[in-house]
């Protein structure tokens, strides 16, 4: 079965520490994304990547920076992590454009 | 970012009954996604619309794309508890690569 796996499914950090989110897809997929999801207000994108070494900001990108070394891992980074990235983060892959996403389980980060 | 408007934001149903919910943007999509995430979950694809009109089931879901293109709608047919979730529609516009943008979801409760 195909899989986007999500290194944490919780994680609690200090205000000011640098956080790493990892990402790891079996697919051979292309197409990478980080969305956060908070009540109310849905997914919202907040980087993503074509290829390997390539990122687009999406809409939220402040505080948050991205790296893609190899293909199948995208990993989120959040330089000084503050209480208002407290949230869930989802990772994606999609093999190109028009084909829907396969999400990973998230994470939960709580940020105190 | 694209903003999608999902209606209703939530729903408390007696097991048996149907449900209906859309989507709406201001924008022209030439794809719509359907996805229902589970509790602790990330969210798995049901439904996916590629032309205006198209009309597709899975199961008990039957999703329309809009004929306008700035609309989609969801109906599942003789609910079961297991269709507790959220549902969020996905909609692309063919002039931003892959990027697909997000409604708030739908939160459905079902009642034995």
């Known amino acids: 079965d195909v899989k986007v796996t999500q290194s944490s499914r919780y994680l609690v950090k200090r205000t000011g520490e640098k956080v790493f989110l990892e990402c790891v897809q079996d697919?051979?997929?292309?197409?990478m994304f980080w969305y956060r999801q908070d009540p109310g207000l849905g997914l919202r994108l907040i980087y993503f990547s074509y290829d390997v070494k390539m990122k687009e900001k999406g809409d939220i990108p402040e505080g948050y920076s991205v790296s893609r070394e190899k293909k199948e891992r995208f990993s989120l980074i959040l330089e000084s992590a503050s209480t208002n990235q407290t949230s869930m983060y989802l990772c994606a892959s999609s093999y190109g454009p028009s084909y829907g996403y396969t999400f990973g389980s998230g994470t939960r980060l709580t940020v105190v | 970012g694209q903003q999608l408007n999902q209606s209703p934001q939530s729903m408390f149903i007696q097991e048996g009954e149907d449900v209906s919910m859309n989507c709406t943007s201001s924008?022209?999509?030439?794809?719509w996604l359907w996805y229902k995430q589970d509790p602790g979950e990330g969210p798995v694809l049901l439904i996916a619309l590629y032309k205006a009109g198209e009309l597709t089931s899975n199961g008990r879901l039957t999703a329309q794309f809009g004929t306008t293109r700035k609309d989609s709608f969801l109906n599942i047919s003789a609910s079961i508890p297991s269709d507790v979730g959220i549902y969020f529609c996905a909609g692309q516009r063919g002039n931003t690569g892959n990027q697909f943008y997000f409604g708030t979801g739908t939160s459905l409760t079902v009642i034995p």
């Open positions: 924008s022209i999509f030439n794809t």
């Open positions: 697919m051979d997929h292309e197409n």
